[in-house]
């Protein structure tokens, strides 16, 4: 078992950090784009139509043309608002996908650099405590609007946290029981004989489901509810601020798929040479994505005592159970 | 997974009055919650997902339109020709105005006018020397076409007829009589 590179003291340049972070940070912001037109496209497929395809070739600069639109939007702030969290909520948002970005490993450390952002010692922790504060961004959006939709998908949004975070993390546990170590990249390493999907297949459903609670997608989108609840905390929103929250939901579905690829579906891990590696993590990512698109496209939204009882009655206790079956084992073997 | 009636353990004899056949039951699955709701729901949602990725394979079913063209029944009324013999090049329409008269929409106006032996423009005693249909009032009823007793007019099958000002959309005869320039797509038979 390798040690986590931060506890061997292994640091990269300041410049080497610096240039690694502005690469991974662009490369997604390229990529968050496109996953937006490619869900319409998706989604439109999923219901026997084309979706978007009149702007550029096949649709694919649609995009660029939302982006003029929403930034051409007049800046707009409702007069009950509470002015600066009102500001605040949507960076805050946007901050806790950013900021999981740098743990995810898209590859090990080849020729003295590592490909990720950081490897820190508390991979997961950093994880949890970063995605839960998205959470207050929700929270601090409906809360600070001044309108009762905001504020009931925000009630909502808190509902849905406190039901699914403790399950998301019961089913990492399994993982990080298996292989010893809160950092990524030895979470990735422990899967070279075989991927954690396999042992780990329920912890796996379990933090997928709870994704599509935590990143807010269908059929857990009660936070945003379009038809009852008129977008629910992002309803006082608009322009660059409303498209903000587009884009977290974006990022965020990427960074929860990029850390179930990487707990559970062997990170980097793929035949080819060591370059290859980002391509297979981002490869596996974006299908994961488009899964999650898949699930929007298929299941109708739960309503929100079905939501609570799946939460308590059903998630927690079968992650619980898995988590003692694989401590048995572990202990065991 | 089949709907089955649990019809068996009904008491009938307490319902004497009804006909078993006629009885249908319904079928209540588990409760959400708990773990049969959790099982059911889990092989709910892959038959979903099959369901839904079978409608990727099927692909769109969109028309493109501007692009592709819906084609009409032979039937469809669209908008109205008006005809010539074929052989004498003379117009079938004599003026009559019962067209006119038939319409419900009131937007046919016709002027009739004595033909010249000379120059004959229509092979009856009379022809319309003014035939308008204001199309932004048509309804399209083909009562028009029912009324005519000499099958000058007919319902085409062109339906694009938006214009940029309503008095664009009164079609005169020199318009009605002209073959269409975009010939809109048919249904062949039986399709």
């Known amino acids: 078992m390798s040690l986590p590179l931060a506890e061997v003291n292994y640091v990269e340049a300041t410049w080497v950090m610096v240039v690694k972070s502005i690469v991974i940070f662009l490369g997604v912001f390229l990529i968050v784009p496109v996953l937006t037109v490619v869900e319409r496209k998706l989604i439109g497929r999923f219901q026997n139509r084309y979706g978007p395809n009149r702007v550029g070739p096949g649709g694919m600069v649609q995009p660029l043309a939302d982006i003029v639109k929403l930034a051409g939007k007049e800046q707009f702030m409702p007069d009950a608002a509470i002015p600066f969290l009102y500001v605040i909520a949507p960076i805050l948002v946007i901050f806790s996908g950013i900021i999981t970005l740098a743990i995810l490993p898209f590859g090990n450390v080849q020729d003295g650099l590592g490909l990720y952002g950081i490897d820190v010692s508390i991979g997961v922790l950093y ?90 997608r269908a059929p857990f989108d009660l936070p945003e509810a379009d038809a009852e609840l008129v977008q629910g905390f992002m309803t006082e929103y608009g322009g660059t601020k409303f498209g903000s929250y587009l884009l977290a939901e974006y990022l965020e579905m990427f960074v929860v798929s990029g850390i179930a690829v990487t707990f559970f579906l062997g990170g980097w891990m793929g035949p080819g040479p060591g370059w290859l590696d980002p391509v297979w993590m981002v490869g596996k990512t974006l299908s994961l994505v488009m899964f999650f698109i898949w699930i929007r ?37 | 997974m089949e709907a089955k009636l649990n019809t068996d353990k009904t008491d009938w004899s307490a319902f004497p009055y009804l006909n078993e056949d006629d009885v249908i039951s319904v079928q209540r699955g588990p409760k959400p919650g708990g773990v049969g709701g ?41 908008r109205h020709k008006l005809h010539r013999f074929e052989d004498t090049g ?10 006119a008269a038939a319409c419900p929409a009131e937007c046919i106006r016709v002027v009739a006018a004595e033909n010249d032996p000379d120059h004959r423009v229509s092979a009856g005693e009379r022809y319309a020397e003014v035939y308008e249909i204001n199309l932004s009032r048509c309804i399209f009823c ?37 073959e269409p320039i975009d010939r809109t797509p048919l249904r062949s038979e039986g399709e």
């Not at chain 1, 496209?297 to 609570?308: E, F, K, S």
């Not at chain 1, 799946?310 to 079956?325: D, F, Q, R």
């Not at chain 2, 038959?47 to 592709?68: A, H």
């Not at chain 2, 000058?152 to 214009?163: F, K, N, Q, V």
Request: glycine residues 10%; contains cysteine.
């Open chain 1, 297 to 333: 496209a298929t299941l109708p939204r739960l309503r929100y005592d079905q939501l609570m009882s799946l939460g308590w009655k059903v998630m927690l206790p079968l992650a619980t159970l898995n988590i003692l079956v694989t401590s048995v084992i572990v202990t065991v073997s």
């Open chain 2, 38 to 78: 959790a099982y059911r729901a889990f092989g709910e949602t892959l038959r979903g997902l099959r369901t839904t990725f079978g409608r990727v394979l099927e692909g769109p079913v969109t028309i493109q339109y501007p692009e592709e063209k819906t084609a009409v029944y032979p039937r469809f009324r669209g």
């Open chain 2, 142 to 178: 083909g009562y028009c076409e029912v009324a005519c007793p000499f099958d000058a007019i007919t319902m085409g099958h062109d339906y694009e007829l938006s214009d940029y000002n309503r008095s664009d959309l009164i079609f005169t005869k020199e318009m009605l009589l002209a």
């Open chain 1, 127 to 216: 994880f949890f405590a970063f995605s839960s504060l998205s959470f207050y961004g929700l929270l601090l959006a409906g809360w600070s609007s001044g309108s009762k939709y905001s504020f009931l998908g925000a009630m909502r949004s808190a509902a849905q946290l406190i039901s699914y975070e403790v399950s998301m993390g019961l089913a990492l546990l399994g993982v990080v029981m298996m292989t010893g170590s809160l950092s990524l990249t030895s979470v990735v390493d422990g899967q070279g004989e075989i991927w954690n999907i396999v042992p780990q297949i329920i912890g796996f459903l379990i933090f997928m489901i709870a994704g599509f609670a935590e990143t807010n």
């Open chain 2, 90 to 99: 003379l117009e079938k329409c004599v003026g009559c105005s019962l067209c």
